[in-house]
């Protein structure tokens, strides 16, 4: 996305295809980033559960914004 603003501000000419691509590849890789936090809090959630930690890893947030509890032992 960045790189099709920075044309725009120095050539005054927005490839709109070029734009939209640019922000929807954005968007990919953030859902990726929370897709990989969301496992990576999952598998912190088990050893802290197996550790006596309680639910410190056990909540996290799916892909629609909505809490979920997760509980590998249940």
Known sequence: MTDALASFTTTGKLDFKSFV?????????????I?????????VGMFSYGLGA???????????????????FS
């Not at 691509?21 to 980033?33: F, G, M, N, P």
């Not at 909540?59 to 509890?69: E, F, I, M, Y």
């Open 21 to 33: 691509s640019s922000v929807l590849t954005d968007l990919a890789k953030l859902e990726l980033r």
């Open 35 to 43: 897709a990989e936090s969301n496992i990576l809090s999952d598998i």
């Open 54 to 72: 309680g639910n410190i890893a056990d909540v996290g947030v799916n892909s629609a914004g909505q809490s979920v509890a997760f509980n590998p």
